[in-house]
């Protein structure tokens, strides 16, 4: 196999980047990755965990080998993604925007949020949210509204245990009743004190996290590169990729499904004109 171009690594969104939201891979999008990885370091920034990565991007550990992987979940979740070999299988492992980080198998960084906020503003920020999801009229509920992280808060205000069709649902209503942005302006408000940043994701919650811990994070482990693509479909303001996208560090480009992803990287690193083989 040919050498990868040094000082290039391209990162990758997952739901609605590499993946429709929640879906698995296509086995055409898995070759596509095997073949951009011989030419340039691949990374992928996934939002959930790491079982929802695994049942998402399937086997891709038999195909990708030397990726980065740059998660916004912790790290139990983001090696069910990518296959409970994540930390060896690939260069770093970045859950948690980074916030957890292992280089070769190893940890080499870990943040906390009950460190930096203390159980007392732990405590009153989930009772409130807890208070305001229970007074939420919404047409259904199911369990699991605050997921906590090493570091970040995951909120849904439908619960995490709902299923895939209930995914949709939510998502489609949530376009038009603003419910999750609504319930941002609220929170951001009463602990502006806090200095948190909210990061909506995926099709039923958002983030939680100090200030500077977005996805930018990663980065500071990632000094060797001196070229960072990034793809995403979430870069607006107030969306999980937003930060990253914006950073002077990367260039950041805007897709729209994973065929457009195809497309795009096909025609920047493949020196394709479209996204055919």
């Not at 040094?6 to 070759?31: H, N, W, Y």
């Not at 958002?206 to 990034?230: A, M, S």
């Not at 499904?257 to 996204?275: A, H, I, M, R, Y």
Request: charged share 25%; glycine share 10%; with cysteine.
């Amino acid at each position: 196999m040919a050498a990868r171009k040094a000082g290039l690594i391209v990162l990758f969104d997952v739901d609605g980047t590499l993946t429709a939201p929640r879906k698995e891979s296509t086995p055409q999008m898995l070759k596509f990755m095997q073949e951009l990885r011989k030419v340039v370091t691949v990374g992928v920034v996934g939002g959930s965990d790491l079982v929802k990565i695994s049942e998402q991007l399937g086997n891709t550990a038999q195909y990708l080998k030397f990726l980065t992987v740059v998660g916004g979940s912790d790290l139990v979740k983001i090696s069910e993604q990518l296959g409970n070999t994540v930390t060896n299988d690939y260069d770093y492992v970045f859950s948690e925007n980074g916030l957890v980080a292992h280089k070769d198998g190893k940890l080499i960084g870990k943040q906390s949020l009950k460190s930096y906020l203390g159980d007392e503003k732990l405590k009153e920020f989930i009772s409130f949210t807890l208070h305001y999801i229970a007074d939420l009229d919404i047409p259904i509920k199911r369990g699991t509204f605050i997921e906590f992280r090493s570091g970040m808060l995951n909120v849904s205000p439908i619960g995490r245990n709902c299923s895939q069709e209930e995914r949709d649902e939510f998502e489609k209503y949530d376009k038009v009743q603003k419910i999750r942005e609504t319930m941002v302006s609220v929170l951001r408000e009463k602990f502006a004190h806090f200095n948190l940043t909210f990061s909506i994701g995926g099709q039923i919650s958002f983030d939680v996290f100090p200030q500077g811990w977005d996805k930018t994070y990663c980065l500071r482990y990632l000094e060797e590169f001196n070229e960072i693509h990034f793809f995403g479909d979430k870069t607006y303001k107030g969306g999980n990729d937003h930060e990253i996208y914006e950073s002077e560090r990367t260039v950041g480009h805007t897709v729209t499904s994973p065929e457009e992803t195809l497309k795009q990287c096909s025609v920047l690193f493949l020196g394709k004109d479209n996204g055919s083989s």
